[in-house]
């Protein structure tokens, strides 16, 4: 889509997450889809949590918006609402509107009706998929689910990041036409996102001072805590790792103060059973007993250290459309045991660039495991596995760089993605 410099197509997309205020895998691709969609079309960039003094395009071309003061003590659903509609009102002039998660996609069904431009939605995830979100916005999640749902039987075309959110897409809103929604993959920043050279003395340095051993195997988590990343069932699944393995986790931003204590007690719990005292800095966190907890969001430098310093990454999620963490592991060439559910049998490819844990989960919405022992002990298994035999976990994750590099670059991606706004626009 190269249009005419005369008139240049503009696409209005439309985010809670922008750098530098990014916590998640949607954060990161829209900032990087952005970046590769400017070398194609005008790109604007409308986002929550105020003005941007910073971040890749400094404040050209990306607006942030606060929550309306009137809202600033309501429920947290409300006050996305009054984003939403701010946002609505600024998006006239765009010729493709294209927003990204529940927080953002009333505006663009709103914008594009106020306005009569197309609306886009990629669906990172799904509100009726993840009933727990009821622990973190209460009455809100009722709101959410119906933004959401009104986005998307409205929306000219709906992306899913993977074939199996496809599914779920299809699955939970029947109403919509199938042949509103494509699938075009998340990606990963190939040259962003690659090993440092052996002996990198400012990665040796990182990863000690966080207190991982890169002498010792490790296994390592990246993700928010929320009930979906399927973090408790990892920590009850390390206590059977051989002591000499660490259990590295880069887990922050709980989704509620109820799933953190949870998580806080089974790490001590952990602690303990391999011979430490079960704390470890404020609240728990820190280095004990080849448990290190990382509770702050690293910059990319460092989280990259760390998965290089580590053997094995680890997604025990119970739902993700696709998971770029995966990715991102895998561009830093480490082999990923992963849940096999999701969009994640997409991107780890069994027995070949890591390993998939059988799970059977609840109908329920809730993704539970109908046997959670059995999926504890089958994850335990996989890691073991792969920790047993360093050389195959060694090729695992050179043929895991070379998958990320042959299916999920981001020019593919945004390519992918201007195939469907052509499709949109052609009506």
Known sequence: MSAPQSSPVRVDLLT?????????????????????????????????????????????GVTGYQVPAELAGANAALGTLGVDLAMA???????????HTWYANLAGHLGGLLHDAPHVVTAHSLEPLRP???????????????????????????????????????????????????????????????RPSDGDPAADRVVR??????????????????????????????????????LVLCAGAPDTEELMAEVRGL????????????????GGSGAEAGVVWIEQMLPRPDLIAVLAASTVFVCPSVYEPLGIVNLEAMAVGLPVVGTATGGIPE????????????????????????????????????????????????????????????????????????????????G
């Open 16 to 60: 809670r997450e922008y750098p530098p205020h990014v916590y998640g895998g949607a954060g990161v691709h829209v900032a990087e889809l952005a970046a590769v969609l400017r070398r194609h079309v005008d790109v604007r960039v409308r986002c929550f949590d105020g003005p941007r003094a910073d971040g890749p395009e400094g404040t050209s």
């Open 347 to 426: 991107v780890v490819d069994d027995g070949v660039t890591g390993a998939l844990v059988p799970i059977e989960q609840a109908d329920d919405g809730t993704g539970t495991p109908v046997d959670p022992d059995r999926f504890v002990a089958d994850l335990a298994a996989a890691l073991v596995r792969v920790l047993d035999d360093p050389a195959r976990a060694a090729a695992m994750g050179e043929a895991g760089r070379r998958r990320a590099e042959e299916r999920f670059s981001w020019e593919a991606v945004a390519e992918r993605t201007l195939d469907v706004y052509r499709g949109v626009l052609a």
């Open 267 to 282: 790490v001590a719990d952990l602690r303990r059973a391999r011979g430490g005292t079960g704390t470890a800095g404020p």
């Open 209 to 246: 001072e966080l207190g991982i051993d890169p002498e010792r195997p490790a296994v390592v988590f990246v993700g928010r805590i929320t009930r979906q990343k399927g973090l408790p069932y990892l920590l009850r699944a390390a206590a059977r790792l051989p002591r000499e393995v660490q």
């Open 89 to 99: 009102q600024d998006v006239g002039g765009a010729d493709v509107l294209h927003s």
């Open 132 to 194: 727990w979100k009821a622990e973190q916005l209460g009455g809100g999640y009722a709101l959410s689910s119906w933004a959401e749902r009104t986005a998307y039987l409205g929306a000219a075309g709906v992306i899913a990041v993977s074939a199996g959110m496809r599914a779920d897409i299809l699955r939970v809103y029947p109403e919509l036409d199938p042949a509103r929604v494509h699938v075009v993959h998340n990606g990963i920043d190939l040259a962003g996102w690659r």
